[in-house]
């Protein structure tokens, strides 16, 4: 395994594990620790409009990483080099995101 696949296996975990314990929030409120930003943000919606989830890139220009609530994973992309892990408990984000999206209807 490359030194660029460990790190981005790395930041994937870590990212993950935010996701899962609770520390992923996209909103100004709360801890400091647990705020992140989403660069791009991609909902998937079926035919009729209705919200299924959403992909957020939380990382780019290097590694590209991003958070899929449809798929429930967090991915990793790097030059060649891809990974995912699962997430578990995130019904939080994806409600927040979701909340989003009906702002744009």
């Not at 991915?75 to 060649?80: D, V």
Request: hydrophobic share 30%; proline share 3%.
């Amino acid at each position: 395994m490359s030194d660029c696949e460990k790190q981005l296996r790395h930041m994937c975990k870590t990212y993950a594990e935010d996701a899962s314990n609770g520390c992923m929030m996209f909103y100004p409120d709360g801890d400091e620790n647990c705020r992140y930003e989403a660069y791009a943000i991609r909902y998937i919606i079926d035919g009729s409009g209705e919200y299924l989830g959403a992909r957020l890139m939380i990382a780019g220009g290097g590694p590209n990483v991003w958070v899929d609530t449809f798929e429930g994973e967090i991915q990793g992309f790097w030059g060649s080099d891809k990974c995912s892990f699962p997430i578990w408990d995130y019904e939080y984000i994806d409600d927040y995101w979701e909340e989003m999206y009906k702002c744009l209807s």
